[in-house]
């Protein structure tokens, strides 16, 4: 394993959390990395961004004067869309996310698409007041460091500096714990983890049993661990010709044989069965082998 | 029920396949265990499916009598698959499944008008007394703002374009014409445009409160900030309409929207006031709990305050610019003073009046 393997899989494995559910069961939960919430966010407000360009296209090719409050209110109709558009700019800075975040799958449209959702920390049931103090803590941590920057806000001098070190405080959070917490989320009590869907796979051992032309003796099977039977089965899973190829040659290397030129995936097959139900009669008993070096 | 009917016919029934051949088939014992679960497994997929897409009217009456049990034989199969299989694939989406399934079944139970009911019948009003000494903290800064703001102006009228920026003074300021600032208090003739401006003064006035409460994040120290410079703002503006001998006229004119509006960012800042106070004084809790706690409620108070001012947009809007006698003006904000006051006190839930 090369040393950058090993450091991805130590920052993921930093990531890792349990949730007791109330059976008892724990279950892994794995914290949203800050990559994909900041990906998340940004594909939310170009949702939020282009439904305006769209609204406001629409409006003005009906012929509608947009420049000004006053401007609008000259035409009974025109006072009505005044109204509605304000409201409508209100509701999508505070309502599009409390709305999404309030829904079943406790994520936004954003959050869904990369897989991450809402929580509430520690295992507890996610209430309403939860994503309602989330959402508006979202304000100075997104809007109003938005709106700074698209204003120059930097041109102001040292208020200008001032208020700039304070957002950042705000924008750099998330940064400085271990849970990727934004301010909205200590205040709230929520994180936001992966919510991995996952198809369930054919059964391994359904297909016709080899072993009659492949006997695999507790020699050959002591060889190997848990681990090499999962980078066996997601090979097998996968089925690149190429990879099983070079998988059955260093398993033939290692165990010590020659099995000339048969087929490679129907050894590969019983391999993994025989090693499986190797290890798993040995998990019954209370003996585990992680991998190869155990 | 017509889905009912279409479950019998045979295309539309979903897999309920019981795979007996392919049990005796399988040459691993995990695997025998596995086929023997996954029929189960998948409904409950399909049923959380069906809950996560908001559809919950899809599932039929039969599944949602099995749903605890399905979740419970899933997590109980995660608990022995974890022991007995090293079928990696099939241990990944149980813990997937039971993730899902744990979100659905021990998520939020209410629903969106659920919790407006709550929240109206007592929720909003027991977390405003709640918080009733950032309530005082907040009254103390807000009253103090106004007096500076009044005290500046007094002895320096330059101060006045200093608290107050020019497009918002149109023309009231430090000896002006008092028939120029009279002018600026008459009502409108009529209603048109008005409600355009309600709809603006509310979102434009929400801003203002929700910043109000996110700054109590450091502390509560920028809440105090933004609601002295705005109340002082008040207070000079206060200042220069007393001068001019219209001091009366012009409370009267400010009461009919200000006391709903001035409360609601009264409960805003007291409501960022908690959370900051509590972070910095969290006692025996961690800042964390404490924070959460904190957050939770004041989140109750800033929902509540966000309806306030669609009560006080609506004031400014139409009722301000419509009633011009101050005497009149006077009594509709005094009115809901009272209104909010009684609220606040008054309104407990059943339960609560029981204890």
């Known amino acids: 394993m090369t040393r950058l393997q090993s450091a991805i899989q130590t920052r993921s494995a930093r990531r890792e959390r349990a949730l007791i559910t109330p059976e008892g069961l724990a279950l892994p939960l794995r914290v949203a990395s800050r990559g994909s919430r900041a990906l998340a966010l940004l594909l939310d407000l170009m949702i939020l961004f282009f439904g305006f360009v769209i609204v406001i296209v629409a409006l003005v090719g009906v012929g509608l ?193 020659d099995t000339g030129r048969s087929d490679e995936r129907e050894f590969l097959t019983s391999f993994y069965a025989a090693l499986r139900a190797h290890l798993e009669s040995g998990m019954r008993f209370g003996k585990r082998k992680k991998d190869k070096f155990s | 029920m017509a889905l009912d009917y279409l479950s019998k016919i045979a295309w539309f029934r979903q897999a309920e396949i019981a795979p007996s051949a392919e049990i005796e088939a399988a040459s691993l014992r995990s695997d025998r265990f596995r086929l023997e679960r996954e029929v189960d497994w998948q409904r409950l997929e399909r049923i959380v499916t069906a809950l996560e897409k908001g559809r919950p009217g899809r599932i039929s009456d039969d599944d949602l009598l ?84 009044w005290l500046l102006v007094s002895r320096e009228p330059d101060w006045f374009y200093a608290l107050v920026p020019g497009a918002m003074s149109g023309g009231r300021e430090p000896g002006a014409d008092p028939e120029v600032l009279r002018q600026s208090l008459e009502p409108t003739a009529s209603a048109d445009g008005l409600s355009v401006f309600a709809a603006y003064l509310f979102s434009n006035n929400t801003g203002v409160a929700i910043l109000a409460f996110a700054l109590g994040f450091a502390f509560g120290i920028p809440t105090l900030l933004l609601l002295i410079s705005n109340m002082a703002l008040l207070g000079a503006m206060l200042f220069v309409f007393v001068e001019a001998g219209l001091g009366y006229e012009f409370v009267a004119w400010l009461s009919v929207h200000g006391t709903t509006e001035l409360g609601a960012i009264l409960l805003a800042g007291a409501a960022g006031i908690h959370v900051g106070r509590s972070m910095a004084f969290p006692g025996q809790r961690s800042v ?57 006190t008054g309104m407990r839930k059943r339960r609560e009046q029981a204890e």
Not at chain 1, 72 to 94: D, K, M
């Open chain 1, 65 to 257: 004067n947009l420049d000004s409050v006053e401007g609008l209110a000259q035409t009974p109709a025109g006072e009505v869309i005044g109204i509605v558009f304000i409201l409508a700019l209100f509701f999508s800075r505070y309502g599009y996310f409390l709305w999404f975040e309030l829904g079943a799958r406790g994520a936004t449209p954003g959050k869904r698409l990369l897989g991450i959702r809402v929580a509430a920390r520690g295992g507890q049931r996610l209430t309403t007041e939860m994503v309602i103090a989330r959402n508006l803590m979202r304000d100075v941590e997104v809007f109003i460091p938005v709106f700074f920057m698209l204003g120059n806000g930097f041109d102001a001098g040292l208020t200008g500096g001032a208020a700039f070190v304070w957002l950042a405080v705000f924008v750099l959070f998330p940064f400085c714990n271990r849970d990727a917490l934004r301010a909205g989320d200590l205040v709230a009590g929520t994180f936001v983890v992966e919510a991995p869907r996952a198809k369930l796979q054919d059964a391994m051992s359904l297909a016709p049993d080899h072993r009659q032309t492949y006997r695999f003796g507790e020699a050959e099977l002591s060889v190997y661990g848990e681990h090499e039977l999962q980078v066996l089965e997601g090979v097998l899973r996968n089925g690149d010709e190429a990879a099983l190829h070079e998988v059955a040659q260093a398993i033939c290397r290692k165990i010590g044989w």
């Open chain 2, 288 to 344: 964390l709990t404490a924070a959460q706690g904190a957050g939770v409620r004041a989140a109750q108070v800033m929902a509540g305050a966000t309806i306030m001012l669609v009560v006080a947009g609506l004031l400014e809007g139409f009722v301000r610019q419509l009633v011009g006698e101050p005497s009149m003006r006077l009594g509709i904000g005094g009115a809901m003073l009272a209104v909010w006051c009684l609220y606040f």
């Open chain 2, 66 to 149: 099995d749903l605890p049990v399905l979740y419970r034989k899933a997590t109980s199969s995660l608990a022995v698959a974890r022991e007995t299989s090293l079928d990696a694939a099939a241990i990944a989406y149980l813990e997937a499944l039971v993730q899902r399934a744990w979100f659905q079944i021990y998520g939020p139970r209410e629903t969106l008008s659920g919790w407006l009911r709550g929240f109206l019948g007592g929720g909003w009003s027991r977390a405003v007394r709640a918080i009733w000494l950032d309530i005082c903290i907040a009254l103390f800064f807000m009253v103090a703002g106004t007096a500076v703001g």
